[in-house]
């Protein structure tokens, strides 16, 4: 069996992959995130992932910061929409440090105000990086838009406003809401039995109380198209065309995921790097992203160009979605759009650690992980017809957003 499964007594669950190697991955993966925030909460997701590294009730911040490093181990965490993961990398026998330093943080960690005033000046340097990269920075602004009157709809690291009224207790209200036992899955992956992992996320998760999650995230509310231009003042335009698109648990999901792939997936021989960048010189960076998340999820397209090349680009590219929702790909190209994706996946999955996360999120999300082999199946399994349907339904009416 790929993958060993458990749940603790408190509803902590819990995955364990044995591979062969002197290196283990371990994360807490946890079903909370900037979707979560009230209104007056924008960022304190974001704020609290950072708070974790500032002391627990066993640690000063310098001693968990130094634990693993020390070790020549890492820890770090990151949060997005809907997931906040605290993950670590150590040598195989120090596996059960990791695992403990993990529980300490997540469920004792003190928010010391000193410490906290000292870590909104490094969240605010964050935000500021971030304005400078108008790259970075319009995927918000669609995201903004598209969701709008979501939760969904807004900036996962907050504004530096609300950013200054936050304090422990904000953060310790926020955890309380969110950050419960039943939407918690400690993933692990090393060259140890699943008994051997079991017993250790049993010793340093098993103590904490029992915590059910009491509300439900609601689903946003139907967008119209939109075509948006914002004026940046920028040395280049750039653009995202999308829309909305299938959630996690969509069936569509993976077709979906295959025709982004095609469209503009990191390939050199992707359709827009092909037609728009190789064939036309127009832009140095495009590329086609699907997210998907639990009720929803966003198709963006995505490329940057010299202000007269942008109508030239967009021109191209709705060309290319054109084709998509209307000429089904012939069986040889099909063949090698699947043999293409097939492979970039079994090339990611050589990555311990993100085979580890994925496989954490996957139990946190549909409560069962597949493996390889039936992902594979399951690719090799589309037809041509169903992805000129996806094409059909979510490339048909898309939305615009430049800055220029």
């Given at each position: ?24 991955h ?26 974790f ?21 890492e ?86 406003a ?33 008994r ?16 059910v ?36 648990a ?46 929803t ?32 790909l012939?069986?040889?190209?099909l ?12 090339i ?5 650690e ?40 979510v ?6 957003l430049?800055?220029?």
């Open positions: 069996m790929e993958f060993h499964t458990y749940t603790l007594p408190n509803g902590i669950r819990g995955i364990h992959r044995q591979v062969k190697g002197s290196v283990a371990c994360a807490l993966v946890i079903g909370a995130g900037s979707r979560d925030e009230h209104p007056g909460e924008f960022g304190l997701a974001h704020f609290a992932e950072h708070a590294f500032k002391g627990t009730a066993r640690r000063k911040a310098w001693q968990v910061n130094c634990r693993l490093e020390n070790l020549g181990g820890l770090n965490a990151f949060t997005t929409k809907e997931d906040t993961t605290i993950h670590a990398t150590t040598l195989r026998g120090d596996f059960a440090k990791a695992a403990e330093l993990i529980a300490d943080i997540a469920f004792r960690s003190t928010f010391p105000e000193r410490e906290l005033e000292r870590e909104k000046e490094v969240i605010v340097d964050e935000i500021n990086t971030y304005k400078d990269s108008p790259a970075d920075l319009i995927y918000d602004t669609f995201e903004d838009l598209l969701f709008e009157g979501s939760e969904l709809g807004h900036n996962i690291l907050g504004r530096k609300a950013l200054a009224r936050y304090n422990g207790d904000s953060i310790r209200t926020f955890l309380a809401r969110t950050h419960t036992t039943d939407r918690m899955v400690f993933s692990s992956i090393g060259n140890f039995s699943p051997a992992a079991e017993a250790v996320a049993a010793r340093f998760f098993g103590a904490q109380e029992a915590s999650h009491r509300f439900e995230r609601v689903a946003p509310a139907p967008c119209s198209p939109f075509d948006r231009s914002v004026t940046k003042h920028t040395h280049q335009v750039h653009c995202i065309i999308g829309s909305r698109a299938y959630g996690i969509e069936e569509r999901r993976l077709p979906l995921a295959l025709l982004c792939n095609i469209l503009g997936g990191p390939c050199a021989n992707s359709l827009l790097n092909v037609v728009v960048r190789e064939r036309h010189g127009l832009s140095y960076n495009i590329e086609a992203s699907y997210t998907p998340y639990g009720d999820g966003i198709v963006a397209i995505y490329f940057s160009s010299d202000h007269g090349n942008a109508e030239q680009c967009i021109e191209l590219i709705e060309g290319e979605l054109r084709k998509l929702r209307t000429a089904p012939t069986a040889r190209r063949s090698m759009a699947k043999k293409q994706f097939i492979a970039q996946l079994a990611s999955s050589e990555s311990n993100s085979y580890m996360l994925g496989a954490g999120k996957s139990l946190l999300t549909h409560d069962e992980v597949d493996t390889m082999e039936q992902v594979y199946a399951k690719i090799q399994a589309l037809t041509a017809r169903q992805l000129t349907e996806v094409a059909e339904e490339f048909s009416d898309m939305s615009r430049i800055y220029k």
